[in-house]
């Protein structure tokens, strides 16, 4: 049950208590109530597990890593989904909520409420009732005056929430920054899967042709009776198959355009003047970026926004645990009052001699409320306890997906020279298994099965060169790289800018990445 105590000026003299009050809140001005954040301690290997340690690690640069595979038609498409794409666009307004929500919060260390209330009022009474007084029975009046009350930050719970709402600012900039990680690696991967896809079905276009000329001799092999019936039939089966095959190739190649334009912010119709008429599986670097796992912590913006969003939690414990004490409050108001009783009247609103002023002060102990708030606070901190252990295990994973990124790196390069080899081989034995059977030196299921490798091999090639860009894409996405296109730019359209400004006031969208701090370099040189 609160338990309220005021004062006015009026029993303290003149104003000798409210002055006394707030000369103690000023000296307590500095208390804040709850724990202070630190970054959680966390599980960081010394080296990767393939790369020895190094006295100097080589410095890592992962801002514009798709620049490597010296594309430009994957340059533009970066581009094009850094300023198109919906869902970015998405966590760049929501970066402007977290600052108006911070700024809401930063007001709360000024008077919380202040009103300017004025009115006017008419009042006719029962003449029987003042007749005998001689008084008019007709009242008029009119009040204007100013009111404020302020609840003073004792015990820092306003000073906590701006905390809190700063981290969680920095958050989401950290979570716009992790958007455009995952956007850039996701044009990168879908424009690689493209080029794939292309590739896989030129293979089966190609061996359909050899297939053709299989089955044309084939047939003149059974027109002249060298052959039977036999050899027809399982060049037509072996044809047939390798047709099937290719409808469902172009239909996954449409669903990655597609896909591709959804990241573009753009309809699937456009897709295709995007990608242009030249079809190569982009080419990948032979050696990628190392560096240390301690990097990660200051590179990857989801490490950051899992620690920001740790420590807005940590702030919430205080702003819960300063309900366990009494809140302090000032309170005043001064207004003029103009009447016509009494022989005055109402145009003398602002007449000094009719100024009215009150001041107080207040507290306000729930004392009857503890397991209440005690509960509440508890809460916070199992949140908080939560907040801490999603942050270490995303430290974890974020080592994990380097590894196996690295690890499918090695793999890949390994298949796709063996595949090499293997695919140069498969084509010469379907040449001279042709010929062979041109000269009857072998039956039709020597060619059949020569094609049928030669098939395999050349789809699992063409699968092998797009998979070393992907496992490069993998390891630049899981090192934390793109996020760096945003500096120097607007974070959101001209249009959409101009579309908030016209519908609210924003005195200036904030939101340029020209002004944001990159919220990536807030950690570097901190050790885990």
Same mark, same amino acid.
């Given at each position: 049950?609160?338990?309220?105590?005021?004062?006015?000026?009026?029993?303290?003299?003149?104003?000798?208590?409210?002055?006394?009050?707030?000369?103690?809140?000023?000296?307590?001005?500095?208390?804040?109530?709850?724990?202070?954040f630190?970054?959680?301690?966390?599980?960081?290997?010394?080296?990767?597990?393939?790369?020895?340690?190094?006295?100097?690690?080589?410095?890592?640069?992962?801002?514009?890593w798709?620049?490597?595979?010296?594309?430009?038609?994957?340059?533009d498409?970066?581009?094009?989904?850094?300023?198109?794409? !919906?869902?970015? *666009?998405? @966590?760049?307004?929501?970066?402007? /909520?977290? &600052? +108006? %929500?911070?700024?809401?919060?930063?007001?709360? #260390?000024?008077?919380?409420?202040?009103?300017?209330a004025?009115?006017?009022?008419?009042?006719?009474?029962?003449?029987?009732?003042?007749?005998?007084?001689?008084?008019?029975?007709?009242?008029?009046?009119?009040?204007?005056?100013?009111?404020?009350?302020?609840?003073?930050?004792?015990?820092g719970?306003?000073?906590?929430?701006?905390?809190?709402?700063?981290?969680?600012?920095?958050?989401?900039?950290?979570?716009?920054?992790?958007?455009?990680v995952?956007?850039?690696?996701g044009?990168?991967?879908?424009?690689?899967?493209?080029?794939?896809?292309?590739?896989?079905?030129?293979v089966?276009?190609?061996?359909?042709?050899?297939?053709?000329?299989?089955?044309?001799?084939a047939?003149?092999?059974?027109?002249?009776?060298?052959?039977?019936? !036999?050899?027809? *039939?399982? @060049?037509?089966?072996?044809?047939? /198959?390798? &047709? +099937? %095959?290719?409808?469902?190739?172009?239909?996954? #190649?449409?669903?990655?355009?597609?896909?591709?334009?959804?990241?573009?912010g753009?309809?699937?119709?456009e897709?295709?003047?995007?990608?242009g008429?030249?079809?190569?599986?982009?080419?990948?670097?032979?050696?990628?970026?190392?560096?240390?796992?301690?990097?990660?912590?200051?590179?990857?913006?989801d490490?950051?926004?899992?620690?920001?969003?740790?420590?807005a939690?940590?702030?919430?414990?205080?702003?819960?645990?300063?309900?366990l004490?009494?809140?302090?409050?000032?309170?005043?108001?001064?207004?003029?009052?103009?009447?016509?009783?009494?022989?005055?009247?109402?145009?003398?609103?602002f007449?000094?001699?009719?100024?009215?002023?009150?001041?107080?002060?207040?507290?306000?102990?729930?004392i009857?409320?503890?397991?209440?708030?005690?509960?509440?606070?508890?809460?916070?901190?199992?949140?908080? /306890?939560?907040?801490?252990?999603?942050?270490?295990?995303?430290v974890?994973q974020?080592?994990?997906?380097?590894?196996?990124?690295?690890?499918?790196?090695?793999?890949?390069r390994?298949?796709?020279?063996?595949?090499?080899?293997?695919?140069?081989?498969?084509?010469?034995?379907?040449?001279?298994?042709?010929?062979?059977?041109?000269?009857?030196?072998?039956?039709?299921?020597?060619?059949?099965?020569?094609?049928?490798?030669?098939?395999?091999?050349?789809?699992?090639?063409?699968?092998a060169?797009?998979?070393?860009?992907?496992?490069?894409?993998?390891?630049y996405?899981?090192?934390g790289?793109?996020?760096?296109?945003?500096?120097?730019?607007?974070?959101?359209?001209?249009?959409?800018?101009?579309?908030?400004?016209?519908?609210?006031?924003?005195?200036?969208?904030?939101?340029?990445?020209?002004?944001?701090?990159?919220?990536?370099?807030?950690?570097?040189?901190?050790?885990?």
């Open positions: 049950m609160p338990v309220a105590v005021t004062r006015e000026s009026g029993v303290f003299g003149p104003h000798r208590g409210v002055l006394v009050l707030a000369a103690f809140a000023l000296a307590l001005a500095g208390c804040k109530v709850g724990p202070n630190k970054r959680p301690e966390t599980q960081v290997a010394q080296h990767w597990i393939d790369a020895p340690p190094q006295a100097t690690p080589e410095p890592v640069d992962t801002a514009g798709w620049k490597l595979f010296a594309d430009p038609t994957l340059d498409l970066i581009d094009s989904a850094y300023h198109g794409n !919906l869902s970015l *666009q998405a @966590a760049a307004a929501h970066i402007l /909520q977290a &600052q +108006a %929500q911070l700024n809401v919060d930063i007001g709360q #260390l000024l008077p919380q409420q202040q009103v300017l004025g009115g006017a009022q008419y009042e006719r009474q029962a003449q029987s009732q003042l007749l005998a007084l001689g008084q008019n029975p007709v009242v008029k009046s009119s009040q204007l005056g100013l009111s404020a009350t302020w609840e003073l930050d004792f015990w719970k306003y000073r906590r929430a701006i905390e809190a709402d700063r981290a969680a600012m920095r958050a989401s900039i950290a979570a716009y920054d992790s958007a455009l995952s956007l850039t690696a044009v990168a991967s879908t424009y690689v899967n493209i080029r794939t896809y292309e590739a896989r079905i030129k089966s276009e190609d061996n359909l042709d050899i297939q053709k000329e299989s089955l044309r001799i047939r003149a092999q059974f027109e002249a009776g060298e052959t039977s019936e !036999l050899d027809v *039939q399982q @060049a037509q089966t072996q044809l047939s /198959q390798t &047709q +099937a %095959q290719i409808p469902g190739l172009k239909n996954s #190649l449409r669903t990655n355009k597609d896909s591709l334009a959804v990241l573009l753009i309809t699937p119709g897709a295709d003047a995007r990608l008429t030249t079809s190569v599986i982009p080419t990948a670097p032979d050696h990628v970026a190392d560096g240390v796992p301690r990097d990660l912590l200051r590179r990857r913006p490490v950051l926004q899992a620690e920001l969003t740790a420590a939690q940590s702030a919430g414990i205080g702003v819960a645990k300063a309900n004490f009494p809140s302090f409050s000032l309170s005043g108001s001064f207004g003029f009052v103009g009447t016509n009783a009494r022989n005055g009247s109402i145009g003398d609103l007449n000094w001699d009719n100024r009215a002023a009150s001041a107080g002060a207040s507290f306000v102990f729930p009857l409320n503890y397991g209440r708030i005690v509960n509440a606070v508890r809460v916070q901190d199992a949140v908080f /306890q939560q907040a801490v252990l999603t942050y270490q295990n995303t974890l974020a080592q994990q997906e380097v590894e196996d990124s690295r690890s499918g790196f090695a793999a890949a390994e298949t796709l020279a063996t595949l090499t080899e293997a695919a140069n081989s498969a084509r010469r034995a379907t040449q001279l298994a042709i010929v062979r059977y041109k000269e009857g030196a072998a039956d039709y299921t020597t060619v059949l099965s020569a094609e049928q490798s030669q098939l395999q091999i050349e789809d699992a090639l063409a699968t060169r797009g998979s070393v860009p992907l496992a490069v894409v993998g390891i996405r899981a090192l790289g793109g996020w760096q296109l945003r500096e120097g730019q607007d974070l959101l359209p001209a249009r959409t800018r101009q579309e908030m400004e016209h519908r609210t006031y924003w005195g200036g969208l904030p939101d340029s990445g020209r002004t944001l701090a990159p919220v990536a370099d807030d950690a570097k040189g901190n050790n885990p």
